[in-house]
């Protein structure tokens, strides 16, 4: 097996950036993983060809999940010309590699079932097996820290006196749902190729390094439904979303958004003394490490229980192929995914993107199609988690103020006007001193309602809490008003890890605000299907706010235990002065 060491990587990386452009589409086919030292592994391992050129996938392995449906395709290099035969269960199919040695093989209608069976590939004398092969849906799961935030985290909650989130890992023991959790690359240009990887089955004994958003969500959709559910997690903490747009894409951005225009910064900035001074502090940090590895390993051989000397990351790298440099998540974590059939995206982002929430309106629209196109699907379901709340500064009694998280999840909502979308609101689940809230499980039962309504035929599922409609100035009063057909409004209460309760306490999170445009926070009560809203400073209210801030106790539901999207009833220009918290 061929193996690359750590530190051979850093001396690429940071030796690749005196290479010629002629070379560039050499260098884009490396997988350079960005990022830290993962234990005590800390290699890459690629698969080993043991004879011809028969090659798969790296993601295409045991205890994959394939998408139901027509459309499903395996694909993969062999010889050029040479003849390729797939054959899973009863259905034998046979291609040819073209002049390039790529080939491709179309299933006809793949019908879901948990049980596994055999894939196996041929070519020559080639022969390549996946054993424990199932059919069902495959949701690709991506975004930042919030997304890729496992069980096994969420389970050392204080909140949580129950031990919820343990029991969950406890009792996760479900062959049909499986999770495939893609490597941290960054590279330089598109790949068609993923580091190894591995499908995960769900088991008490992995199910702790589960994305908890992505296996709560595969346990509702299976719970509902019976389908087997296959999870793909390309998620990466602290990524805006620009990364994740292709080169193309990122171009067609407006003015409002300097993204380019920094990338092109970084790259004026890491002059022959950066890299000089890149490649001294990683080799002292790599010699320190190794230093503290070799002590572990002896005092483990002696009996004893010494503490894992703690992951670190690189210094400054190349900014062409860091984690935030255009294009590089699409190109390494998207792009070799293209000619997956998959059935829909879920996503968790937005942290990083808050200090320009306006150009988030633009960017995620942009980000839904640019990912549409590339699996060839323009209804392709896109439901996404909106922010949560989080500020560390966060006062009860102060007044209401701008607010750059409450900006970001209106441009997030404003981008359910696409078709075939849905959003799951979590602002009451978050912690103002955590930006990642724990409580994923709730957070994952409102996303895969969307899904079992859009995806799954359940017309009559409530996916939605209260949504704002319009208001009427009566007096001193704002009468608002939401859209009809849904569940009475009521005032809620998060009972945590656990459910809504119906609460005979004040409903909080209204603001008021008159002509001269300062918000007061105002009394508001339910009044059969409305909400009336007053405040003794603003005798002449003009526009009210709800849930708008950073973090927020604000508390609208419906009966049906969904919280109400946030919202402000004026169209006064966004005027943020406050910094947003710090993303991770």
Same mark, same amino acid.
């Given at each position: ?63 994959? +999940? ?71 849906? +495959? ?383 105002? +009394? ?61």
């Amino acid at each position: 097996m061929h193996i690359i060491t750590q530190r051979s990587q850093v001396v690429i990386l940071l030796g690749l950036i005196t290479i010629a452009a002629a070379q560039d589409v050499q260098r884009n086919k490396d997988f350079l993983t960005y990022g830290k030292y993962h234990l005590e592994s800390r290699v890459t391992v690629l698969r080993e060809q043991k004879t011809g050129m028969l090659r798969l996938p790296n993601f295409i392995t045991d205890s994959m +999940v394939l998408q139901r449906g027509a459309n499903t395709s395996i694909w993969g290099w062999a010889t050029p010309g040479m003849e390729v035969m797939v054959q899973f269960g009863d259905i034998s199919i046979r291609t040819k590699a073209d002049a390039k040695g790529r080939w491709r093989a179309v299933f006809p209608v793949l019908k879901a079932t948990p049980v596994g069976q055999l894939l196996c590939v041929s070519s020559g004398d080639d022969i390549m097996a996946l054993r424990d092969v199932i059919v069902g849906d +495959v949701w690709l799961c991506a975004g930042q820290s919030n997304m890729d935030l496992t069980l096994q985290r969420c389970a050392t909650g204080k909140d949580d006196p129950q031990n919820t989130m343990q029991a969950i890992i406890d009792t996760a023991d479900n062959a049909a749902i499986r999770l495939v959790k893609l490597h941290n690359v960054s590279p330089y240009g598109p790949v068609d190729d993923l580091n190894i990887t591995r499908w995960m089955p769900a088991t008490p004994k992995d199910a702790g390094s589960f994305s908890a958003v992505a296996y709560g969500f595969a346990r509702e959709i299976y719970n509902s439904t019976g389908v087997p559910i296959g999870l793909i997690d390309a998620s990466w903490g602290g990524s805006a979303l620009e990364p994740w747009l292709s080169l193309d894409d990122a171009k067609t951005l407006g003015a409002g958004n300097d993204y380019l225009k920094n990338c092109a910064l970084k790259m004026a900035a890491w002059t022959p003394e950066a890299e000089q001074k890149a490649i001294v502090e990683n080799d002292a940090k790599e010699q320190k490490y190794q230093a503290e590895m070799a002590r572990y390993h002896e005092q483990k051989q002696l009996g004893q229980r010494p503490k894992r000397p703690l992951d670190f990351y690189w210094g400054t790298s190349p900014p062409q192929y860091s984690r935030d440099y255009c294009a590089n998540l699409f190109n390494g974590m998207i792009h070799p995914l293209k000619s997956y059939h998959i059935a829909g995206v879920i996503w968790y982002q937005g942290e990083s993107n808050a200090r320009n929430a306006s150009a988030y309106r633009e960017s995620f629209p942009l980000l839904i199609n640019s990912w549409r196109r590339l699996f060839g699907n323009p209804e392709l379901p896109f439901l996404w988690v909106q922010l949560s709340s989080f500020d560390p500064g966060y006062k009860p009694e102060d007044p209401p103020t701008a607010a750059n998280w409450a900006e970001l999840r209106e441009a997030q909502s404003m981008t359910t006007a696409l078709p075939f979308t849905g959003e799951a609101i979590s602002y009451d689940l978050g912690t103002a001193k955590d930006i990642h809230p724990k409580q994923k499980m709730q957070v994952a039962q409102r996303l895969a309602l969307h899904a079992l309504k859009q995806v799954y035929g359940k017309p009559d599922v409530i996916a939605d809490g209260p949504a704002y409609a319009g208001q009427v100035v009566e007096g001193s009063k704002v009468v608002l008003s939401f859209k009809p057909g849904g569940p009475q409004p009521m005032v809620g209460e998060v009972i945590p890890y656990q459910r809504i309760q119906k609460s005979d306490g004040p409903l909080r999170g209204f603001a008021v605000a008159g002509e001269d445009q300062v918000f007061h926070w105002g +009394v508001a009560r339910i009044v059969d299907t409305t909400v009336v809203v007053s405040c003794t400073q603003v005798p002449h209210p003009v526009a009210v706010r709800y849930a708008w801030a950073n973090y927020t106790d604000a508390n609208l539901y419906n009966t049906a235990g969904l919280p109400a999207k946030p919202f402000r009833t004026d169209q006064w220009p966004l005027q943020s002065t406050t910094a947003a918290p710090a993303a991770r």
